[in-house]
């Protein structure tokens, strides 16, 4: 069976969708499915409009010898490759890990709303009903969608998907074999990643740690995924404290990682943490409870580290590379 995967971003890149889809180009031939990569990342200096064109002819050349096509979201790559595989004649699939309209909309037209409260909003900007027609338009023709989480299904769903069609399959985790150990500065050592965007919250982190002498915070932007993962193994404490999160991959990766966690109870933070049990969840926006959660650690770190425990064993049952191949390649060969 061959597979063409439309991915917008890939190694050396970083973000969710190039770590995904390198693991599937790695792992997916050992279950029979080779793996065609079309990189987004190689047109994207082209102007605009052009660019999405010459993608989709290299989506559809690729797709013409291929048994199905995977995009891995429903817009930049998602649009162009879904006219390629009805082209091509081709099953479709798209992965999708956000809502795309909503989160431009965010960074780029002024939206303020967090998501759920966007999902019920009748008037927004025209560009962000375009894009919203754009991404249910690519879910509404994929043969399957898959999303990482329960809370992104019912986020697809609102767009008038019928829920069938949609699979929940967990990303799988592949840390690196070796990883040197950071150096890190004395006293409590914070840490979150991501870009900064508006719903991440970092500006909040920043002014809880800055409350206490002695306490220090490293975003981790611009680093390698191992440079990333060296930080983040050293921390006492990792934060998410975003508004919204489908399924937060940093977030797995410090539950591997063994280090204390602190998240916001939205989207699909609140599948991965069990308040006191493998993290601490506080309100987003509430800077009190952030900064009560990051003081619990600080105090009480043998307990931050029964929870972090927790967390890991918790990790490596749901997520692992095993069963997220498995599904993957499972529900490609049933279409």
């Not at 890149?13 to 990342?41: N, R, W």
């Not at 927004?124 to 992104?152: G, H, N």
């Not at 926006?285 to 929870?307: T, W």
Request: proline content about 5%; hydrophobic content about 45%; overall charge positive.
């Amino acid at each position: 069976m061959k597979l063409v995967i439309a991915t917008p971003l890939y190694p050396p890149e970083i973000g969710g969708p190039a770590t995904y889809a390198k693991l599937l180009f790695e792992g997916l031939p050992e279950k029979g499915i080779e793996v065609d990569l079309v990189k987004y990342s190689e047109v994207r200096h082209l102007p605009k409009f052009f660019r999405h064109c010459v993608y989709y002819l290299r989506v559809f050349k690729a797709a013409r010898n291929a048994d199905i096509v995977l995009a891995l979201d429903p817009v930049s790559v998602g649009f162009p490759a879904m006219w390629a595989a009805e082209k091509a004649n081709k099953p479709f699939v798209v992965k999708i890990v956000g809502d795309y309209a909503w989160e431009q909309g965010q960074q780029r037209f002024g939206i303020t709303q967090n998501l759920d409260e966007f999902l019920k909003m009748r008037r927004v900007p025209f560009l962000v009903r375009v894009l919203q027609r754009i991404q249910a338009r690519v879910a509404r023709s994929a043969t399957r969608v898959i999303v990482p989480s329960e809370y992104l299904k019912n986020i697809v769903s609102t767009w008038g998907i019928q829920s069938e069609k949609i699979e929940v399959i967990y990303n799988g985790i592949d840390l690196p074999k070796s990883m040197v150990v950071s150096s890190r500065p004395q006293g409590f050592f914070v840490v979150s990643s991501g870009r900064r965007v508006p719903w991440k919250g970092f500006e909040a982190i920043e002014r809880v740690v800055a409350r206490e002498t002695g306490w220090h915070f490293t975003l981790l932007q611009g680093l390698s995924r191992p440079e990333a993962l060296s930080q983040v193994m050293v921390a006492d404490a990792f934060v998410i404290n975003s508004s919204y999160e489908g399924l937060s991959h940093a977030l797995i990766e410090a539950m591997m990682l063994n280090v204390p966690i602190v998240a916001t109870s939205v989207g699909g933070n609140i599948e991965l943490v069990e308040n006191g049990k493998t993290g601490l969840l506080v309100p987003f926006g509430d800077e009190e409870a952030l900064h009560k959660a990051l003081k619990q650690i600080a105090n009480d770190p043998l307990s931050a580290k029964m929870r972090a425990a927790s967390a890991l064993e918790r990790a490596q049952a749901l997520f692992s590379m095993e069963s997220m191949l498995m599904r993957t390649s499972a529900l490609l060969k049933s279409l």
